[in-house]
């Protein structure tokens, strides 16, 4: 997935958190970037109607971007699924995060042939633990 | 989280070499699963020939990406254990006719083209040294990345001519 997507899910999650408009400070701390890159790319998903940015209140994704942000997460999922299950890294949460970048949608589609994914993915993403709540793997340790 | 797509470490890359393999070892096993589901030897000559055609092919890319992954001293992930999630998992995911097992062999070719180019990418953008000689392990992946192209064509040609 590229950065832009990446910046997607960051926004999705931090929205579905907060139930309301993401903060840019918030975007940037999930990223680790500066707030100023964070809103260059803000900018970017606006000009793609991907976002929509109200100034002292934050943003909010339109429905497009809504709809891709479930994509990505979705193949985050999956990269984190594959590894725990049938890799079984025991750091999956810090290698999916790692390898995101790297794997393509239609490569996690084809690892999902192999695993159990449940069919509500990704509401099943839990963002305190970062992973999948239905992840048969202990949840107590989520990534820093 | 990291942003933008580089691969910085020995680690990340036999990560990234394990799940190459592991594409592969799906490739593998479906195309024998295929076969055996449809009777494709005795119905469909040419089908038969492109999967196991695609299932040698698949072996040998699995192989020269563990001569790799040995060399970043990197575990392989069991052919059987793979073949076992495959058939564990074909219900939900198996073609009902020959054009289906065409689509299906076509998905693999272009996922594994996707797969090598953006890992080729990945490594292409970083100065990172690693334990494996820099120039060798793009020839390789460039090399298997061909293969892949070259797949997509035949399954393609094959889907026109029926």
Partial sequence: MNTADQYLKAIYIVQRTEDGPAATGAIADALDVSPASANEMIGKLEQRDLADHEKYKGVRLTDEGVERAREVLQTYCIIERFLANVLEVEEFRNEARALEAVIDDIVAERLDTIIDRNPACPDCFNAETDACELLDVCQEHPAD | ????????????????????????????????????????????????????????????????????????????????????????????????DFDGVLYDQLCNEETAYKFYDDLIDAIEATDARFAVDRDHLLSVLRTIREEEAAGVEDVTQLMEFR
């Fill in chain 2, 1 to 96: 989280m990291s942003l933008g797509s580089t691969v910085t470490s020995d680690h990340q890359l036999a990560r990234l070499l394990q799940i190459g393999a592991v594409l592969e070892e799906v490739v593998e096993a479906r195309a024998h699963r295929h076969y055996r589901s449809l009777d494709v030897g005795d119905q469909n000559p040419e089908v038969a020939a492109l999967l196991e055609e695609s299932a040698i092919e698949s072996a040998a890319h699995r192989e020269r990406l563990e001569t790799l992954m040995d060399d970043l001293d990197a575990e392989p992930i069991g052919y059987e254990e793979i073949a076992r999630l495959v058939e564990e998992h074909y219900g939900r995911t198996r073609p009902d």
